[in-house]
């Protein structure tokens, strides 16, 4: 593999939308509610200079952090949920009002629960001054995008609110007899699942206004786009799918915002190019919970490949990401 010069990397002036921090409110929180974290991340940043180095020895300049691990927020018990929101959104507000020219956050919301999620919103946004909202693929085997949250959407469109989709374990994980991590195949499928589930519930097109940011460059969503216009003639719901939106799935697929964490290969990144536009592209890493080295392969990659050339490239980089955060800007 080519490798990158340290003066390489140090002008890459990159902003990373997929970077995770940690902070122990949020671990705290998680043993209240009786779980645990099943993610083990392989390091943990628990101060803004030490997330500001780890940054800059990937040519990182700007980073959009999420507090949450794979355990995500609701755990059975809606007042643990909202206490661990609550807990976890306030200590990551005052983490990153340490470095405000660096950093900017995501807020968790507790969703299944819409009636703390409506409320949790509105503290993040107009409060806390969150870049924006988060939500995992699924908590109680809830998806974004169910109708269940009907009113959420409707609010969060209201607000024009950027949405970060993260993956979690399948509520059926363990059905595989295979002993690893469930990020390494479980996870694609499920932001696939929730944009499907927009897309089929029609929130794409009611609710427009939505940024509706997928990690992984979603999942296997690019790849698995075209398979999706079988729902205009495969669906039990009457009346169905094609007679719901006559215009098809095609109009929405390309709706959606994506990062390249864990995805910066040319493969991937060809299939993403073929259903959105390029200014819908943004670069994340998904530190710490990946090695240096794939990290470092992934700049490579990203770097060399000729399908992110003049724009394309300055897009990816960063000017996607000013243009959706214009704090970064």
């Known amino acids: ?165 993260h993956p979690t374990r399948p509520a059926n994980h363990g059905s595989l007899n295979i002993n690893m991590w469930a990020a390494v195949i479980e996870y694609p499928f499920e932001t696939t699942r929730v944009a499907t589930n927009l897309i089929y519930n029609g929130y794409m097109k009611k609710y427009p206004k939505i940024k509706w940011l997928l990690a992984h460059a979603g999942g296997c969503f690019p790849y698995l786009s075209f398979r999706l216009k079988m729902m205009e003639e495969q669906d039990e719901q009457k009346p169905t799918f094609g007679e719901r939106h006559p215009e098809g799935t095609a109009p929405y697929v390309g709706q959606f915002f994506f990062d390249t964490a864990i995805m910066g290969g040319n493969a991937p990144m060809k299939a993403l190019q073929e259903i959105t536009d390029p200014s819908h592209i943004l670069f994340g890493t998904d530190w710490p919970f990946v090695t240096d080295e794939l990290v470092h392969e992934q700049l490579v990659n990203l770097m060399a490949t000729d399908l992110f050339a003049g724009a394309a490239h300055e897009g990816m980089a960063r000017g996607n990401a000013k243009a959706l955060f214009p704090k970064l800007g």
């Open 1 to 165: 593999m080519h490798k990158l010069e340290d003066s390489q990397i140090a002008n890459l002036n990159l902003i990373d939308v997929h970077h995770h921090v940690i902070l122990p409110e949020y671990e705290k929180s998680l043993e209240r509610s009786g779980a645990r974290d099943p993610s083990k991340p392989l390091k943990r940043d628990t101060t803004p200079a030490s997330v500001i180095d780890n940054m800059g020895r990937f040519g990182i300049s700007k980073a959009i952090v999420n507090p949450l691990s794979a355990a995500g927020v609701h755990h059975g018990d809606d007042a643990n949920a909202d206490y661990l929101v609550k807990a976890t959104t306030d200590a990551m507000a005052k983490f990153v009002s340490n470095v405000p020219d660096k950093l900017g956050f995501f807020a968790p919301l507790s969703y299944p629960d819409v009636g703390a999620a409506l409320k949790q919103a509105e503290h993040a946004l107009d409060v806390l001054k969150a870049d924006g909202l988060m939500l995992l693929t699924n908590q109680n085997g809830r998806y974004p995008g169910d109708p269940l949250g009907e009113e959420l959407w409707a609010e969060l469109n209201q607000r024009e609110a950027i949405v970060f989709v």
